[in-house]
């Protein structure tokens, strides 16, 4: 594939001005119809990420094309759907067509340990120490790790902020009623 052979060439990765890596959960609990405006949780998660953080920030001219994003879908195992897709509207318009069930149906479970290590490995696919990274958790807060391992999570996350420093951002952002247990959020 063409695309992923420019982005990946080292030339073009010392152009990139950010890489966003967002971990979108897919479990089965993401069909529940909790979020204000939305159809389901997933809905909510898709909008919101066309809308503020690809749509706003095009028209205020806060992201271009050497902003770049990829994202790793969160079932019981990680997968990456998109990598280093430049911010654009072609990108808007993919991100809303998530929203359909045909391209990608909410099922099973959502394990946060997978996701956290394809995260780390999109993360470090630029080592040019020009170009912020932020990584954006997306789940409605309950990981389908078994509890013996959720001290493992926040190991993880405690490590990669170490590696990457001030250059990293992290977010988690709760998609669901604010009743949902966000504790490891």
């Known amino acids: 594939d063409l695309s992923r052979l420019l982005v990946s060439s080292e030339s073009m990765r010392a152009q990139w001005r950010s890489h966003s890596v967002l971990v979108v959960d897919m479990s089965g609990s993401m069909r529940s119809d909790d979020v204000n405006g939305a159809r389901c949780r997933s809905d909510g998660v898709w909008m919101a990420l066309a809308r503020d953080y690809v749509k706003n920030q095009l028209k205020n001219g806060a992201r271009d094309s050497k ?38 149906r909410p099922s099973g479970p959502g394990y946060y340990l997978p ?53 990293l951002s992290i977010s988690c952002i709760g998609m669901a009623d604010e009743a949902e247990d966000f504790s490891t959020l």
């Open 115 to 167: 996701a956290i290590g394809e995260a780390e490995s999109l993360l470090t696919s630029n080592a040019n120490a020009g170009c912020a990274l932020s990584w954006l958790f997306f789940s409605d807060g309950r990981p389908s790790d078994p509890a013996r391992d959720r001290p493992k999570i926040v190991e993880k996350i405690g490590e990669l902020a170490s590696k990457f420093g001030r250059r």
């Open 67 to 104: 902003d770049l994003i990829s994202i790793i879908v969160m079932k019981e195992e990680a997968e990456t759907i998109m990598y280093a897709e430049p911010t654009t509207w072609v990108l808007y318009n993919k991100l809303v067509d998530m929203r359909e069930w045909d391209k990608m």
